[in-house]
């Protein structure tokens, strides 16, 4: 966090601007400020002070990250991005020397719908209550959804799901935070009335860690298409909708219901987005199923073993001798598919048998 007027504006606290500036108060400083330094510098509310402090404290728990401002010709709030070079694949690269890292991550781009004429009939006082309630609740959604808020853009809250930390899930996670923030500021009670957030979502690769900026501008970036697709997408979609890219879908799966919004044309993306909507939750149990119940006719290959072990504790319990198999291991090495080729190869043989799932 480098610019201190947009960070103070987007908790809805911008006339306490002068008071920062005229105290020297910098990025590096702002982190061991306490009630008692708030108080000397004049934020005399407590309510003020109170939420100045639960976002000092945010700034002391979250990594460095969040990437540059924009440039003119991006959409209000939008992230700053950069043409990322093609990739075969998503797995991460690192710079040892300068902590560069190309990774493939989910970002999540939201807004206040509405928002200039809210500011244009409410009285900033109110605006500002407004704007915080907006804020607190994309933020607990986002965060319940386990991703990471990069930066507040005035009403735009920028997030990134797999960056710091990656998941297996990251855009599942990222889909399901974007109906919970959506549904969170749609219940949000306020003197404005009925709020509406708009949630654009995106997949792709990106290069993050690298030092973007001079002096005291330096900051941790994340460069690439992702974040300004993400954006983009924001603007597509119709107040109180989550609107996402082909790649998220995709990864998703069959876990949610789609609306397919066909393809449009976007600004600074050189070909043609094919764009969805998502419903909400499709209800399917299996995670496995929902994410790859299209390609179960594909044979299980280099795990003959295991299975052939599998069925001989089958037959052993079948016989009477009560048999318990773990079977363990990390992510993505085809636990799921193995136990469907288990039940594949008793549904094959005629062998009844209960599937129950947690």
């Excluded at 966090?1 to 002068?18: C, F, I, K, N, V």
């Excluded at 965060?143 to 930390?165: I, N, Q, S, T």
């Excluded at 935070?177 to 404005?192: M, P, Q, R, S």
Aim: aromatic share 4%.
């Amino acid at each position: 966090m480098t610019d201190m007027a947009a960070w103070l504006r987007g908790l809805g606290l911008g006339r306490y601007e002068a008071a920062f500036r005229d105290n020297e108060v910098r990025p590096d400083v702002l982190p061991s400020l306490t009630a008692e330094d708030l108080k000397e510098i004049g934020v005399a509310a407590v309510g003020d002070r109170r939420r100045l402090l639960d976002a000092i404290a945010g700034l002391r728990a979250a990594p460095p990250g969040p990437s540059a401002g924009p440039p003119p010709d991006h959409p209000p709030g939008a992230p700053a991005t950069a043409p990322s070079p093609a990739q075969p694949d998503a797995r991460p690269e690192h710079d040892a020397a300068s902590g560069v890292e190309r990774r493939q991550i989910t970002v999540l781009f939201c807004d206040l719908a509405g928002s200039t004429a809210l500011s244009a009939r409410l009285d900033p006082e109110d605006l500002r209550e407004v704007m915080a309630a907006y804020h607190r609740a994309v933020t607990e959604a986002i965060r319940r959804g386990g991703g990471y808020v990069a930066k507040y853009l005035g009403d735009g809250v920028l997030a990134y799901f797999g960056w710091p930390e990656a998941h297996e899930d990251d855009a599942e996670r990222a889909v399901r935070a974007g109906l919970a923030a959506a549904e969170a500021v749609a219940g949000l009670e306020t003197t404005a009335g009925p709020l509406a957030a708009r949630v654009g979502i995106a997949t792709g690769p990106v290069v993050v860690g690298e030092v973007l900026g001079e002096g005291e501008a330096r900051e941790r970036g994340v460069v690439g298409e992702t974040p300004n697709l993400a954006a983009r997408l924001q603007g597509l979609a119709e107040p109180g909708a989550v609107v996402l890219d082909d790649a998220t879908r995709r990864l998703a799966g069959a876990l949610f219901e789609w609306a397919d919004l066909g393809t449009a044309a976007v600004k600074g993306v050189p070909r043609p987005v094919r764009a969805w909507r998502a419903l909400g939750e499709s209800g399917i149990e299996s995670r496995f199923e929902a994410l790859r119940g299209g390609h179960q006719a594909v044979p299980l290959i280099g795990r003959e073993e295991e299975l052939e072990l599998l069925l001989r504790r089958w037959r052993r319990a079948r016989a009477g001798e009560g048999q318990v198999v773990l079977l363990g291991g990390e992510a993505g090495i085809g636990k799921s598919r193995l136990a469907a080729a288990l039940r594949g190869a008793l549904a094959e043989g005629g062998e009844e048998h209960e599937r129950l799932e947690q």
